[in-house]
């Protein structure tokens, strides 16, 4: 199972959100493309990249530092989302060296684009579903959609899409703890891989997440955590991979 940092940029800075409010942000470095490299020397084996700007504009915001951490670190997977509404983003984003796309928003108020976009990029799509409640937010949080996130899980699965990324949003940022079950039920419902986000805390996150890899949990993306320092990456990872047996 692979541990995967996030980077969130707000204004060309790598800040962490409590609850997605833009208002309430703890700013962790003006050098994204140095923080990139922390997680790599640290071991990563993908990163996780939001344009937080771009999410709430509707548009790529901060595309020009993640395309320099793409080139900075052209070995390693990248993931970005945030703004991405076209499939032009995506094109210029995969030709820049990402190697996923995530669409959130438009997942949820556009299905078919999910499909479109499968079509002309497979391989590449990954959607988000932040959900709350067993329903699913959109636009950067702020609004709680009617639908369901295992159905809408199920939808895009169907569609093509390589893994579902999953956010609790009630506890992202707020280190209380990943929410297992919630994350476990989406898994079994469906058979791409469900990457984790939301809540990791600590080492016991790690094992617990890694006692249900075989669920289809592949993956578990952290942030405050391993920037406040109550989780350590490298260690992290090493756990992860001995439990799971994956390297």
Known sequence: MLLIPAIDLKQGK???????????????????????????????????????????????????????????????PIQVGGGIRHEDTVQTYLEAGVQYCIIGTKAVSAPHFVNDLCVEFPGHIIVGLDAKDGKVAIDGWSKLSHHDVVDMAKHFEDDG???????????????????????????QAITIPVIASGGITNIEDVRK??????????????????????????????????LTGSK
């Open 161 to 187: 899409v390589e893994a579902i990324i999953f956010t609790d949003i009630s506890r992202d940022g707020m280190m209380k703890g990943v929410n297992l079950e919630s994350t476990v039920e989406l898994a």
């Open 14 to 76: 790598c800040v962490r959100l409590r609850q997605g409010k833009m208002d309430d942000e703890t700013v962790f470095s003006d050098d994204p493309v140095a923080m990139a490299g922390r997680w790599v020397e640290a071991g990563a084996r993908r990163l996780h990249i939001v344009d937080l700007d771009g999410a709430f504009a509707g548009e790529p915001v901060n595309a020009g530092v993640i395309h320099q951490i793409a080139e900075a670190y052209p070995d390693l």
């Open 209 to 242: 997440l890694s006692a249900v890899e075989e669920e289809g949990i592949t993956g578990a993306i952290t942030g405050r955590a391993i920037y406040e320092g109550t989780l350590d990456f490298a260690e992290g990872q090493k756990l992860a991979d001995e």
